[in-house]
């Protein structure tokens, strides 16, 4: 006997295949847009159908936009010749909310995982190699994450970059803002040290 109704059934489902949502938060998500007024419910469902339509990749950096080239490659303001590598375009927003970079990005759409047949083939490495050789990037900040394939990924470009006349720069990684140095686990305090600076 099925308790749940077929189509709050199908919403459960369908939300969890998101990341980061399991059944129990899927169908406490799925109640509560049964509970919203039905227009709440034709609105969310209108975003997402309109979303695939809408929203293209930038020809230029690669990140998600409704604009071609997106806002950011196309504002003046920016410094064309700095590109700054991520992952995902979540890394991009990220980074956009410091207010601390001025320059352009390239969004890889992913990370090197050998075991997952993630190559350099199935990620946005050519087109990054492309930019370079157009002649216009003075320098590539590479903003992997400092996980295992982030850091492969990361080596990958230095290796494939290092020849081609541009200053290579990577984060730095190390102590948050405000954290005692004791309770830093070994791991992020080697890195700290690795990448530490001049005090000068």
């Known amino acids: 006997m099925q308790i749940v109704p077929p189509a709050l059934d199908r919403l459960i489902r369908a939300l969890s295949r998101l990341p980061g949502i399991g059944n129990k938060t899927a169908a406490r998500l799925a109640m509560n847009i049964l509970r919203r007024p039905r227009a709440e419910a034709r609105e969310l469902s209108s975003a997402l159908s309109e979303l ?14 409704e604009d071609e080239p997106c806002v950011i490659c196309a504002d003046s303001r920016r410094d064309g010749a700095l590109i700054c590598v991520v992952e995902q375009p979540g890394d991009l927003l990220a980074i956009e909310k410091t207010g601390s970079f001025h320059g352009h990005y390239h969004i890889l759409h ?37 996980t295992v394939p982030g850091e492969a990924t990361a080596s990958y470009l ?31 305090l080697a890195r700290a040290i690795e990448t530490r600076t001049n005090a000068d």
């Open 52 to 65: 695939h339509d809408a929203i293209q990749l930038c020809s230029c950096c690669f990140t998600f936009s």
């Open 110 to 146: 992913g990370v090197l995982s050998p075991m997952d047949g993630i190559g350099p083939g199935e990620i946005k490495i050519e087109e990054l190699v492309a930019r370079v050789r157009s002649g216009v990037v003075r320098e590539v900040l590479i903003a992997t994450s400092s």
């Open 158 to 188: 230095i290796d494939l970059l290092h020849d081609k006349g541009i200053i290579l720069t990577r984060l730095a990684c190390g102590i948050p803002m405000g954290m005692d140095i004791k309770y830093a686990d070994r791991h992020t």
